[in-house]
């Protein structure tokens, strides 16, 4: 599908730093000082906010700033069957940064069901106006990265071709579920072909029995089957991400090692690719766009930090990136998230705003 480049010219990753109100209420709620029905009157009311933010900045994609979750990720796969949380023995390891210790394993034959989002994605879309409300979901390979083997009941799934088809499954369902409440654009925001891109991750990969050029191979066909037949009017975006927590990171690599199978084979509509600094690589990888037929999102714009990027430099890597895939077929955007996690990266709730009106004022002047 080719998506109305016009639209989506000024793009937003997904989560927003949480403010305070939200703060405030998810300790009162852990205490037991507010119930759940209070809890979300107050999300409702942040969320509410966020959009109208978006909105005055001047996007016309909006998100509800990832308000009722913890994690980017966590917070989905909770929601599925077959999934639990577990606390882990340490977190996940970014550049001098951990996170929480939490990770998931699969217990049960894994299922979509009647998922808690589609009621949060039908609160965003009511109160969306005329702009277009994008749902943020963790890509499927998400779910088997991190853990792999071990983290999969061997009872419930000895073949894990059988794990594999059923999480392609999944996503299908997931995918016509959203669908069917209403959205019409769907972000899989995904750490792991980034992973896949970075010398240090893959021999972290290899030293674990996994072969990081299968799992890529792997990943690029559960994705395929999962939007296998989608309907034409619904976008589907990938963001690759290098991690985002604290404004830290984990992976580091341009995308050449990963670009022929994921740009050249997977059928996703848009891929935001993190562009904000010399650990992304060049945008050589870029060639192996499908002509015409999908977007590439550039995340020149880091929510790292609060300092403002020059708007000409921005174009003229807006400029560069337009030798290797057409201007047409390009958008930009942050090169991610400003809270992945709860805690959120360094930087203002006005600083955030001043990067996305950056956001919105260069691509009207580019396009």
Request: glycine share 8%.
């Amino acid at each position: 599908m080719q998506r109305d480049s016009a639209q989506y010219r000024a793009e937003v990753v997904g989560s927003f730093l949480r403010p305070a109100a939200i703060k405030q209420a998810r300790e009162q709620f852990q205490k037991g000082e507010i119930d759940a029905v209070a809890l979300r009157r107050i999300e409702d009311e942040a969320i509410r906010d966020v959009v109208t933010h978006q909105r005055a900045c001047g996007l016309k994609v909006v998100t509800d700033g990832e308000f009722r979750r913890a994690w980017w990720h966590f917070d989905f796969f909770d929601g599925l069957e077959g999934v639990e949380r577990y606390e882990s023995e340490q977190g996940i390891q970014f550049n001098g940064v951990q996170t929480k210790a939490h990770g998931i394993r699969v217990t049960g034959k894994i299922a979509f069901g009647n998922h808690p989002m589609l009621e949060d994605f039908r609160y965003l879309k009511s109160i969306s106006g005329d702009a277009v409300a994008k749902m943020t979901i963790p890509s499927p390979s998400v779910m088997h990265f991190r853990g792999g083997r071990k983290a999969i009941d061997a009872n419930v799934y000895p073949d894990l071709n059988d794990y594999f088809d059923d999480l392609a499954t999944v996503y299908r369902d997931a995918i016509s579920a959203f669908y069917a409440a209403g959205c019409r654009y769907l972000q899989l925001d995904d750490t792991v072909w980034a992973y896949l891109c970075s010398e240090d991750q893959k021999s972290q990969i290899r030293e674990r029995g996994d072969d990081p050029e299968q799992l890529a191979r792997i990943y690029a066909q559960v994705l395929n089957k999962a939007i296998e037949g989608k309907p034409d009017d619904l976008t589907i975006g990938l963001h690759v991400c290098r991690g985002n927590f604290r404004s830290t990171w984990i992976s580091e690599g341009g995308y050449e090692p990963v670009a022929e199978i994921l740009f050249g084979t997977v059928n996703i509509d848009a891929f935001f690719l993190e562009y904000d600094n010399e650990r992304s690589g060049g945008f050589e990888p870029l060639r192996f766009i499908k002509p015409g037929k999908q977007q590439v999102v550039l995340g020149l714009i880091t929510t790292k930090n609060g300092e403002l990027e020059n708007p000409q430099t921005v174009k003229a890597r807006i400029a560069e990136a337009a030798q290797f895939v057409s201007l047409d077929q390009i958008c930009l955007s942050p090169q991610c998230g400003f809270a992945s996690t709860e805690e959120g990266n360094s930087l203002t709730e006005e600083q955030q705003w001043a990067k996305l009106r950056l956001v919105v004022d260069i691509a009207k002047d580019v396009w």
